[in-house]
């Protein structure tokens, strides 16, 4: 069997294509650094607002009663409001001195990692997922009338992720519309820069040997044409080329059909 051969991509198609690529991959990595920054920001601003939460429930802890204080405001929790964080206090036995209502049934005491011994403001956090719910948790000590107690603290951080996710799916939408809108207007640009090949094209298919007598006006062709029959006689006005026929310029100011193909040919050579 004969393999086909395959064809060569036009001049146009080849254009588009180039166009389209091109202001694809600009457009993706413009948008991939803006996802990134947006992302980047708040995670950034959760991890602060997650610190400075540690910081105001340590500053109440070592207060005079500190514990009763942070169990009425843990245990003052408004009804039907969703809770953003959720803390627990353990003593160095292990039991659980006060914590936010229903807290064991999201977070158990055993989602948590091992606390970290440390004064920073900002420790390092964990991510815990439980059903469709995604937490930030942190776990630290701090020391109480000289006993060493475990501060548990976790963020639900789903609203971001369902920011993120939607955040995603809009700019999947726009770098969509983008490549279509780039491919269109690449179609659009190419079609009209190459008017005036296709025009040349059209006068050259009708050279034919019946057809050679015939006269057509310079201002018919485009400025590509018109200009350079009577700049390259006046460059070459002797030559292997110039006893071609059709060549000589008329007396009447028109060119015949061969002249178009005769310029192409001195223009290729020299």
């Known amino acids: 069997m004969f393999s086909r051969q ?6 146009a198609t080849q254009l588009v294509l180039l166009f389209t690529i091109c202001a694809t991959l600009l457009l993706s990595c413009g948008l991939g650094v803006f996802y990134w920054i947006v992302v980047r920001h708040a995670f950034e601003e959760d991890n602060a607002v997650l ?11 070592r207060q005079p009663d500190g514990l009763n204080t942070v169990d009425h405001e843990l245990k003052n929790h408004r009804a039907g409001e969703p809770a953003v964080y959720w803390v ?6 292990g039991t659980v ?5 229903g807290m064991d049934d999201s977070l158990p005491p055993q989602a948590f990692a091992s606390p970290q011994i440390t ?3 900002a420790p390092l956090s964990k ?15 701090e020391t109480i009338d000289d006993r060493a107690y475990t501060i548990q603290i976790g963020q639900d951080r789903s609203a971001d992720e369902r ?6 799916a809009l700019l999947g939408l726009v770098l969509g519309l983008g490549i279509i809108a780039s491919a269109l207007i690449a179609v659009t640009v190419t079609r009209r820069g190459l008017q005036p090949l296709a025009k040349m094209r059209r006068s050259l298919e009708r050279v034919r040997p019946p057809r050679l007598n015939e006269r057509i006006e310079p201002a018919t062709f485009t400025r590509t044409i018109a200009f350079r029959p009577v700049s390259v006689s006046q460059m070459l006005p002797s030559g292997p080329f110039a006893t071609l026929p059709g060549w000589e310029p008329c007396g009447s100011g028109t060119l015949t059909m061969w002249r178009p193909f005769g310029v192409m040919c001195r223009s290729a050579l020299f």
């Open 88 to 93: 627990r206090i353990v003593d160095p036995t």
């Open 127 to 141: 991510d815990y997922r439980t059903g469709s719910k995604l937490f930030s948790l942190l776990a630290t000590t």
């Open 6 to 11: 395959t064809e060569p991509r036009s001049i």
């Open 163 to 168: 920011f993120r996710k939607q955040f995603r």
């Open 97 to 101: 001195v006060t914590q936010t209502p």
């Open 51 to 61: 610190a400075d939460k540690l910081a105001a429930v340590r500053t109440d802890l």
């Open 119 to 121: 004064t920073s403001a």
